[in-house]
């Protein structure tokens, strides 16, 4: 078997972030290497991150773009940034650069990962094929965003910003590209975008490490529950999961919120106009055996997200016997069978209670639901799954298995 036929380029976001993205990415780049592939890594340029590969605002009136260039200490067989000119305008950031060009015409296959179909604008305009696999459209990524921005900002978003990326989605979706959604909800939206076509949209979730994520052969209720995630990314919507501990603390259910993730000051704000701050234990980011104790010691993990592409963290914590109660927010509906492996609750903090409560008060049905998630995990969401995903996407692609 030549080396080329076992080169793959990863076009992904910039991996120094947490997030499920990061994780979809990781997991892809280790699997795709046991498997004997050498795999390059291409991301954007973070203007944070690497400002010296973006062209200034100056810089960019008068015709400079950003640059590329590889990271040294990689443990990869090719890693590399790829800065733009205006940065800080989202759109730049998947333009057609020549120095995206330059490292996407030297790879015959390519597995573009984001949150959106926009991370394989790149690709696609360089014409060649490749695998998209995301995590929600362009709607659900950005919409609970403006909020948060600024009145500049905003007219920005409206007017420049998200015309360009839904110019480059469409552009994305309509090339004939073998696209895979994490879930069968963001499946269903990015058909709504090419609803007359025989656009190749299908799921392809990520897979969990079962034999890592495992419950404790005994545990005692807790009073904990718990959330892992961005809390300060308002599509989790953090207000109502402080209403929620609050009322669970008023009925003495629930001490004891935990929280996993990155934070940051007005998170806690909102917890302290919720009079909840006391109660709340923020960890910050964890490595995965912290992670993996975290959800042994919850009696419930909580979503309360106003939209999810899947929520990986549900499932892990499924995995660990925990039973999950979420909001209908569409990717924790392919894995929360409501009375069965948890619950789809109403957005409102006395729903949640009363599940909740209902739950941990009946003991034989909780050692039920910790049981069938467990099961719901190894049987779906494990790597051999995974495998059969994409090597039917691979086919799709490039008419050959990926295994062979």
Known sequence: M????????????????FGGVQSQARFLI?????????????TYAGR?????LNASWLRSLFGGSGRSEPCTGAHRSFDAKVGCRFPGLEFTYTEASEAWQRIIKSYTHIIAVGGTPVIAHPVVKAGRNCIVWCADDLAGDRDDRLGSMSLPRRVLERYLI???????????????????GISEATVERLKTYVPNSDADIERMQIPIDTSFYTPLAYKPRSKIMGFAGRISDPRKNPR???RVFRELRQRDIIRELHIAGPSDGSTMAIA???????GIIFHGHMNREGLRDMYRSLDVFVLASHREGLALVGIEAMACGVPVVSTRCGGPEDYIKDGVTGYLSDPQPESFADHISGLLHDPKTYDQISAACRKMATENFCEAVFEQHLDNAWKAAWGKSYRS
């Open 2 to 17: 030549s080396t080329a036929k076992r080169r793959v380029l990863v076009v992904t976001l910039p991996l120094e972030f």
């Open 30 to 42: 280790n699997h795709l290497q046991r498997h004997q592939f050498e795999v390059g890594v291409v």
């Open 48 to 52: 944070g991150l690497y400002p010296e």
């Open 162 to 180: 998200r015309p360009k990326l839904e110019a480059q989605q469409i552009a994305v979706l309509n090339a004939g590209r073998t696209i895979r």
């Open 240 to 242: 109502l999961l402080f």
């Open 272 to 278: 302290q106009s919720y009079g909840v701050a006391d």
